[in-house]
């Protein structure tokens, strides 16, 4: 998925690294060797003589395309300077570090899965749960909180909200700047050389949030969740959709999933086809077992 490496040597003889993940989703790039980052600039400082391959800015945001989101997204310089020129680390941390944006936008649960909590399962499960996560634009109220079971799966550390305490300068031997997306919203492409793909991230959250059913096919009559919507794009005619599927041969019940994750997935996880309008309560989808089926209406 890297588009390249660049091996940059410094005059004492030290190597930084720079990896690529950039696609025209989001761009991403993974720092390794003496990395700074300082609050005050919102600077990375790469200990490397300068290269063309390294970026000057990076909005660390996962949906890059979209003009309205990326308004919201902080952006960061990256630099790389000499070692004597690096500014003076406040905090060293042992373990690697990834630096993400929780925009403004993601307070929209869809948003919030698929521009942070899919490309973020993506970027730090290699890690075995042993990464710092840095948070800038911080919804504290929503983003980290919302989805607070997930992230303690993905890592053992506390969240690191780098907007608070601009006076520091935090040091890595491996930064990732950005998240690794891939081009569907709510999908990981499948790879090869790891266990990255959107099957294991929906086992993940069925361990996560203690969901019982993992395959469909132990009910006699398919259990169908009918999404209601309370505000736009309503359904007018539930009760006879309801009526329908059990003409059809399912088992129907109709919800309001609400805001609530935890909540939603116990919900979702006992059915086996989700029937919904279009919004972002489909993303509680992820929640499904394993072969079962969606019908979005339009």
Do not use: W
Not at 12 to 23: A, D, K
Not at 56 to 84: C, D, N, W
Not at 221 to 236: D, G
């Amino acid at each position: 998925m890297a588009k390249y490496l660049c091996i940059c040597m410094s005059e004492y003889g030290g190597e930084s690294r720079v990896l690529n993940y950039s696609n025209s989703r989001s761009d991403a790039y993974e720092f390794t060797g003496d990395v700074r980052l300082e609050g005050s600039s919102a600077t990375v400082f790469i200990g490397s003589m300068d290269n063309p391959n390294i970026p000057h800015t990076i909005k660390p945001y996962a949906r890059k395309g979209f003009t309205l989101a990326m308004y919201s997204v902080s952006a960061f310089q990256i630099k790389a300077v000499p070692p004597e020129k690096l500014p003076h680390c406040t905090k060293t941390l042992d373990a690697p570090a990834i630096l993400f944006s929780t925009a403004r936008i993601a307070l929209n649960y869809f948003h919030s899965v698929s521009d942070v909590m899919v490309p973020l399962f993506a970027t730090s499960q290699r890690f075995n749960r042993n990464v710092i996560f840095l948070v800038t634009n911080h919804n504290a109220s929503c983003v980290t909180s919302v989805h607070r079971k997930t992230i303690e799966t993905l890592s053992k550390y506390e969240v690191v909200d780098i907007d608070r305490d601009k006076n520091r300068t935090l040091c890595f031997t491996n930064l990732i700047v950005g998240l690794k997306a891939h081009p569907s919203d709510l999908s990981i492409d499948p790879s090869p050389l790891s266990s990255l793909s959107t099957r294991n991230l929906t086992r993940l959250l069925r361990t996560t949030y203690s969901l019982k059913r993992d395959l469909v096919g132990d009910h006699i009559r398919p259990r169908m969740l009918i999404v209601s919507r309370t505000k736009n794009r309503k359904l007018m005619n539930e009760l006879e959709l309801l009526k329908l599927a059990r003409m059809l041969g399912f088992d129907p019940a109709i919800h309001d999933l609400g805001d609530h994750v935890e909540y939603s997935a116990k919900i979702v996880n006992t059915f086996d086809i989700m029937v919904a309008v279009h919004g972002s309560a489909l993303t509680n989808m992820l929640f499904l077992p394993e072969n079962a089926g969606r019908v979005l209406l339009s």
